[in-house]
């Protein structure tokens, strides 16, 4: 893709009306289409054992706002579980008996990155089940097995998220179950879409951010030079996004978590690869410097866009998981009387 895009960028140069228009739609097609995965081996082989990973499995499906359908896994302790290494080792760590589960703290919800899938987020699940949580994991539009055409980095993500809440909170209901208290952890565009969605979702009680972006032409820009030519005119670039809000319905220019991060209160745990060559860490310090409720900062120093996790290891999701736990209750979420679930 990158190499059909910097043919079409020295083509626009030459002949600026064909030349132009095939670098812009190519471009923006990149930018709101993410590439599609497959699920991979070690996926398959959690939803195929989901016991011996020290989880209980079960699909459900969110009807968004727009009509599109969107896919998701509730995610709770195994009755039995199995050889279960990382819940067993986070138990450990956080000082519970593996055999004596906690009562339960509450419902996390966990949103995957760009080109990422709900079950990139079940190795991130498999340590906060040891601390009594239920997770909730789903595919972002567009992509794994939801609908929808465009990723729209915020607008419509964040939507899609309340939605995604409501669901969860009217699946409890109807079993007579508590959410009890109700946190998110996102990567990347997944944290992008949590830090954006906190200004109208009181009902959060901490959030962990993981390499999320200030704002999207900041990081469009920085890819562009990255990854096409580090020369590439800043208004091609903007010529891209102009192209792609036009055709996805959205204003790429307004999408900033680093405004929304200055208008809640909402506790917030930055986590950053200090080797980000993706989305680099200077957008994480100045979103932190933004935040005006609780917060904390952790830096993985040998820690890039797509491991800042593994390096980070036990003792980071222990961090998270206790971050969380120490947040106070946010008030009691209720169901919201919108009409009926979804089916």
Known sequence: MYRRLR??????TGIPATGLAGFLWISSSFLITPKHRDLEPRHREVMERPAEFGLQLEPFRV????GIELAALLATPASVPGKAEKTRRMAKLLGIEPESPPALAGTVFLLHGRSGLKEDMLAVAERFVAAGYRCVVYDARCHGESG???????QAETVDFRSVL???????QQRGEKPGQLCAVGISLGASVLLQSLPD???????????PFATLPEVVNHSARRNLHSHIPLWLIAG????????????????SPLLATGRT????FFVHGALDEVIPVDHTHRLHAAATGPKKLRIIP????????????DALYREMIEFCLAASPAPDPGVPDDGPPSP
């Open 7 to 12: 043919s079409l960028l020295l083509l626009a």
């Open 63 to 66: 009807n968004a706002t727009d």
């Open 148 to 154: 929808g055409e465009c990723c729209t980095f915020g």
């Open 166 to 172: 409501d669901r969860t909170l009217h699946l409890l």
């Open 201 to 211: 979702e009181p009902r959060l009680s901490a959030i962990v951010a993981v390499a």
């Open 240 to 255: 891209t996004m102009h192209t792609s809000g036009y055709r996805a319905g959205f204003d790429p220019f307004r999408i």
């Open 265 to 268: 209160n909402c506790p917030i």
């Open 302 to 313: 040998n820690g890039n866009h797509g491991n800042v996790l593994a390096r980070g290891g």
